[in-house]
């Protein structure tokens, strides 16, 4: 079983304070294995055909 902590804040910048401490914690790799599991998650909730093959995060760049 999985553990589960909450951290209560009194205010909103007291979370995104926490927040920012949390994450700048974590390695890079960490970070974006988050990511990528929330994108699955998403691509799982709506139901989404194909989402098993959307393993990279995409690439994009605009040219001004």
């Known amino acids: 079983m999985r553990k589960v ?4 804040s009194n ?3 007291e979370a995104d304070n926490f927040d920012e ?3 700048s914690n974590m390695t ?3 970070r974006l294995e988050i990511v990528q ?3 699955e ?3 799982k909730i709506k139901g ?3 989402y098993e093959g959307r393993k990279r ?3 994009s760049f605009k040219i001004i």
Do not use: T
């Open 28 to 30: 890079g790799i960490k």
């Open 57 to 59: 995060l995409r690439r």
């Open 37 to 39: 599991f929330l994108r």
């Open 21 to 23: 401490k949390y994450y």
């Open 11 to 13: 205010s909103f910048k």
């Open 48 to 50: 989404q055909a194909g």
């Open 5 to 8: 902590w909450i951290h209560r």
């Open 41 to 43: 998650a998403y691509f």
